[in-house]
């Protein structure tokens, strides 16, 4: 007797229904969407940092799959354009302030901290010269095997001259790691790093969040200095530059009235000759 094939169903626990709404809803519902690097954050310090962000900004970190779930819910083509940025080891933050606003606090509040044996060095690292709370002992050959020139002061060793001990882009090793830890020298943040972001008032994607806040203000009043004196030169007026071209149009005033006078008094020479 022939019997009917079973379609195999994939049952989908409610727990897992909840969290996929809960997803589309704020995708919905706030303002910004940014994505996050949650990378090599103890766990401690991932819940200091949402509870220092409770009140500015709602903070998830469900697995890929139901947020692109969640995305497909919410309807929103325009958020699939995120779905790329999704990687391993990332948090999601729903918030009503503005994604660039975020991504800066975010940036600014990194806590400093301890090297690790295998991190690649962002830049060099320097050993600083000066005093330090290490006493003779261990300690001495471990800085000689650095080359670090030390001497000993007061019963205290004394860094003689600053030495790089990593170079930006190498891997740091055990040693410079474990002299950094003994110094307390924290060459590394650690913190949310941002890294895109969906602004769902204007319906745009920002694929590049990690940025440099000090870099950009500093970009801003290098330009803003150059364009000042331009906009003066070529007359464009604003109420930044209005005084400028008054005191210009002043000066430009006296001198055609300098010049006016020469020519006066070689005419009425010419005329007396």
Do not use: H
């Given at each position: 007797m022939k019997t009917k094939k079973q379609t195999k169903t994939t049952h989908v626990s409610e727990r897992k229904k909840k969290a996929v709404l809960d997803l589309s809803k704020l995708l919905k519902e706030k303002k910004t969407f940014l994505i996050a690097s949650i990378k090599n954050i103890p766990g401690s310090q991932f819940q200091e940092i949402v509870k220092r962000l409770r009140g500015k900004a709602v903070v998830k970190v469900p697995k890929k799959n139901l947020i692109i779930k969640a995305i497909d819910v919410s309807k929103n083509e325009e958020l699939k354009k995120v779905e790329e940025k999704i990687g391993s080891d990332f948090a999601l933050l729903f918030s009503d302030t503005d994604c660039f606003e975020l991504a800066i606090d975010l940036i600014r509040k990194k806590s400093p901290s301890k090297a690790k044996a295998g991190q690649i060095a962002l830049e060099d690292i320097e050993i600083p010269a000066g005093p330090t709370d290490l006493v003779p002992g261990p300690a001495i050959s471990e800085l000689g095997a650095l080359g670090i020139q030390i001497q000993i002061e007061n019963g205290k060793i004394t860094i003689r001259t600053p030495k790089i001990i990593a170079k930006a882009g190498t891997k740091i090793t055990q040693s410079a790691a474990d002299m950094m830890s003994k110094l307390d020298i924290k060459p590394f943040s650690i913190g949310f790093v941002p890294v895109a972001a969906f602004d769902n008032t204007t319906k745009q994607f920002y694929?590049?969040?990690?940025?440099?806040?000090?870099?950009?203000?500093?970009?801003?009043?290098?330009?803003?200095?150059?364009?000042?004196?331009?906009?003066?030169?070529?007359?464009?007026?604003?109420?930044?530059?209005?005084?400028?071209?008054?005191?210009?149009?002043?000066?430009?005033?006296?001198?055609?009235?300098?010049?006016?006078?020469?020519?006066?008094?070689?005419?009425?020479?010419?005329?007396?000759?």
């Open positions: 694929p590049d969040m990690d940025m440099n806040p000090d870099k950009a203000l500093d970009d801003l009043k290098e330009a803003y200095g150059r364009s000042l004196p331009f906009a003066v030169q070529v007359g464009y007026t604003t109420p930044e530059t209005i005084t400028f071209l008054i005191g210009k149009a002043g000066r430009q005033g006296l001198a055609l009235e300098k010049l006016q006078t020469q020519n006066l008094q070689n005419n009425n020479s010419e005329e007396n000759k």
